[in-house]
């Protein structure tokens, strides 16, 4: 059954949108992971334009986030003021990010942005994690536990002035780093599409030394806030949201979450996390082979002032 | 509406074949299976039928028939790949237009069979025949070329140009139809439907004819709401997300 999709101007497949939405949402569940740094390059395979799926994916990690964030709300597990500082910086980033957006797709080289987003942060990402799954795959083999590493005390970026008391995750630090990492997440989820849990994560765990029990609560309850501003943003500067596919990727990511995640429960930790450091490479090794190799139509076209 | 539409062309036939040879000013009516085109959700792309009929001169009965449909015109911007430090990136950019967003044109025999490459720039038909105009000055005209190559290519992957020498068929030497597909991608706007007959390269009869394409239903309020109310369409977009998330949140905790 074909749905004709009113932003993206073309019909797709009804069945293949809840699929993919299934797919993903199946192994966000199973992962732990947002899935927007997947679906993104998925929609842009199956013919969706790169800007529109940015925009379209952006809109879907509001639902996502809003149902996964709902359950740490109620847990009390979210420092709701170190969360409005990262969302600040989130803001403002995502605002960045928009513009630089509308700005290369006046320019053409929107595409291109993307490309290049994705395929430098997924062969980062998906590398660190396929170093550190495959050492503690290792470590269990030989029968000793790998010890968290806990890289050097970078305090001094803590002591910054504008120092502001976060007494949930019982830290008195400066707001600077706070602002610079939602800045810099908020960019990048304007521009890919992503919530950024994956950056914003780690960073809050290593570089903001939060307890990890309020990390992930108050990851996506700033995520929700600032995708929902990357997509009024997107829609009044570029009209790339289109809610029909955003609404049929989140009924199938829906679904496809809960079974993920009954999944994942059974399977082991490090093993999960290499299958998905290999998925992440690959996509970002299709990405970048799309890149470097020549496309069979050196022209494409688009109506004037409708760039990318 | 259909049966109103058969009992019209039977009208209309009957007239024609009725009227005196001297006041007839054309030899060729037409007509189409649709008045207007919705695309709808489920939308997937459809045939238009065109059809009508053609009534012979002082030379003879008539052979040779061009049906052209042709969407709003628009002005593009058409980008060339070039590689660079390794990679394949837009390069040359040429604005060109205005040009429909969709043509095809089917005809009885090969266009070039019918009438001389100079009538049919006159009438612009055919896609190689159309003028394109290249609002950027100074391109080279072997890139024009190239570039006109790369447009009409694009578009005829997508199926919104089309050229059908065999699309019109003549039944029983008076009646001709001919079958266009629209894809699903197609522009909306106002088209315009052009009935060409010639006979020995001259033009002897020609009719045209509107047919609008929208969008409608909940596509349309979505695709109206994007572009005119932007704001609200976003807004919108978040709440209805906020909604999906706390609904999905709920239920399956209950379960």
């Known amino acids: 059954m074909q749905i004709y999709l009113p932003i993206a101007e073309m019909s797709v497949n009804i069945l293949t949108l809840i699929g993919m939405g299934g797919l993903v949402g199946f192994m966000s569940g199973m992962f732990g992971v947002g899935g927007g740094f997947l679906m993104t390059p998925l929609l842009i395979f199956v013919g969706i334009p790169p800007a529109v799926a940015v925009a379209t994916e952006a809109n879907q990690i509001v639902a996502s986030s809003v149902s996964g964030g709902l359950a740490y709300w109620q847990r009390r597990a979210v420092d709701v003021r170190m969360g409005v500082i990262l969302m600040t910086g989130g803001i403002a980033g995502s605002y960045a990010g928009v513009q630089l957006f509308k700005l290369l797709r006046e320019l053409g080289q929107v595409d291109l942005l993307i490309s290049l987003s994705y395929v430098l942060f997924l062969s980062v990402i998906g590398g660190l994690m396929l170093r550190e799954s495959l050492n503690a795959i290792a470590a269990t083999r030989r029968g000793q536990p790998l010890r968290a590493r806990r890289p050097g005390t970078h305090s001094w970026i803590l002591r910054l002035p504008l120092r502001m008391r976060f007494r949930q995750s019982k830290l008195y630090i400066s707001v600077i780093p706070p602002l610079l990492i939602g800045f810099f997440v908020g960019t990048m989820s304007a521009i890919m599409g992503v919530g950024g849990g994956f950056i914003m994560v780690p960073a809050m765990i290593y570089l903001l030394r939060m307890p990890t029990n309020v990390v992930i609560g108050t990851s996506l309850f700033q995520i929700i806030f600032v995708t929902a501003s990357v997509t009024i943003l997107h829609s009044v500067e570029n009209q790339t949201v289109d809610i029909l596919l955003a609404f049929l990727l989140m009924v199938g990511g829906v679904i496809g979450a809960q079974f993920g995640a009954i999944v994942g429960q059974r399977l082991r930790g490090e093993q999960l996390r290499a299958l998905l450091a290999l998925i992440v490479l690959s996509v970002g090794l299709k990405l970048f082979l799309d890149l470097i190799s020549r496309p069979d139509e050196l022209f494409s076209v688009t109506r004037m002032g409708f760039g990318g | ?255």
Request: a positive charge; aromatic letters at 10%.
């Open chain 2, 1 to 255: 509406m259909r049966y109103g539409r058969k009992i019209l062309l039977v009208v209309m036939l009957t007239s024609f074949a009725l009227a005196p040879m001297a006041a007839r000013a054309n030899t060729i009516i037409a007509d189409l299976s649709k008045d207007h085109i919705s695309i709808k959700s489920n939308f997937a792309g459809e045939k238009l039928l065109l059809f009508g009929a053609v009534e012979a001169t002082v030379d003879g009965p008539i052979s040779d028939i061009i049906v052209i449909l042709r969407g709003p015109g628009e002005n593009f911007t058409l980008r060339k790949k070039e590689k660079k430090l390794g990679v394949w990136v837009n390069n040359a950019a040429y604005d060109i237009g205005p040009l429909p967003g969709f043509y095809a044109v089917a005809s009885t025999r090969k266009l070039s069979q019918m009438a001389p490459a100079n009538v049919l720039r006159e009438h612009s038909i055919g896609a190689n025949a159309m003028s394109i105009n290249f609002l950027s000055s100074n391109i080279e005209p072997s890139e024009q070329a190239e570039a006109i190559a790369g447009f009409i290519r694009l578009k005829q992957a997508r199926a919104l140009y089309a050229e059908a020498e065999n699309g019109v068929q003549i039944i029983g030497g008076r009646l001709f139809r001919a079958e266009i597909n629209l894809p699903s991608g197609m522009p909306v706007g106002t088209y315009v439907t052009e009935f060409f007959a010639f006979q020995n390269g001259r033009l002897v009869g020609y009719q045209t004819g509107e047919l609008p394409v929208d969008i409608v239903g909940a596509g349309h309020i979505l695709h109206q709401a994007a572009y005119e109310m932007p704001l609200v369409y976003g807004i919108g977009g978040v709440v209805m997300a906020c909604f999906m998330g706390w609904g999905v949140a709920t239920l399956f905790r209950r379960r």
